[in-house]
């Protein structure tokens, strides 16, 4: 972002081997960070319903769906599940949410855009009407940036089915997630020089990592 000080790219790897990473970019299952070490996996598929039942969880999404970065194809009138699985980076803030972002093309060539929170934090539900979590409480003190630390999850996860979920409509679908508000870097460097942060720009922004889309096509 504009204001943003670094970033990360990470990839899920069988090894930590020139190969097993270079095999992972090639087949997309990446995601990326503002920052913060937030790990987050991503499926999709039409039998994922049990993962959250399975001794090793992941390893079943791998059997039974596609990883971020894969195809996923129409089949037999089903609507396709989406699991989304994230952990907090413990040296940051807690997470806040959890989002998937849709993307669509009318026929006529017209781009779409749509943004789901999926996940909540503090047992907080997803309003079915804003397609929104309500917000946490979480705040920052702009005196000497520390946040707070009695809200927010140290892990996320759900299975979601996407609403609007059409069967001719091709579509991708990305994950978002977001952590509890902290201090922007210009107002923890205005602090540290005793100076009053910048009224131009926002004090504090949201840490977030977001995944390779998963594509839904209704051609193989």
Not at 124 to 147: F, H, K
Request: hydrophobic content about 35%; proline content about 5%.
């Amino acid at each position: 972002t504009e204001w943003g000080a670094s970033g990360l790219a990470a990839v899920w790897a069988e090894n930590n081997t020139r190969e097993s990473i270079y095999n992972a970019f090639r087949r997309k299952e990446t995601f990326a960070t503002t920052g913060s070490r937030i790990k987050v996996r991503f499926f999709a598929g039409y039998d994922l319903q049990d993962t959250f039942k399975q001794k090793d969880p992941v390893a079943f999404a791998y059997s039974n769906g596609v990883s971020m970065g894969s195809d996923i194809f129409e089949s037999e009138e089903m609507t396709p599940s989406f699991l989304v699985w994230a952990i907090r980076d413990i040296k940051r803030a807690p997470l806040d949410r959890v989002q998937i972002i849709k993307g669509w093309t009318e026929p006529s060539g017209k781009p779409h855009e749509k943004v789901f929170d999926v996940a909540c934090s503090d047992g907080l539900e997803v309003n079915s009407e804003t397609n929104r979590c309500p917000e946490n409480g979480a705040r920052v003190n702009l005196n000497d940036c520390s946040y707070s630390g009695d809200v927010g999850a140290n892990e996320l996860k759900t299975l979601w089915k996407d609403p609007d979920f059409k069967q001719d409509q091709e579509a991708f679908y990305y994950v978002r997630v977001l952590e509890n508000p902290v201090c922007r870097w210009s107002t923890w460097d205005a602090i540290k020089n005793g100076e009053i942060p910048r009224s131009d720009i926002d004090s504090t922004i949201q840490e977030r990592a977001w995944s390779s889309p998963i594509w839904y096509s209704i051609t193989n």
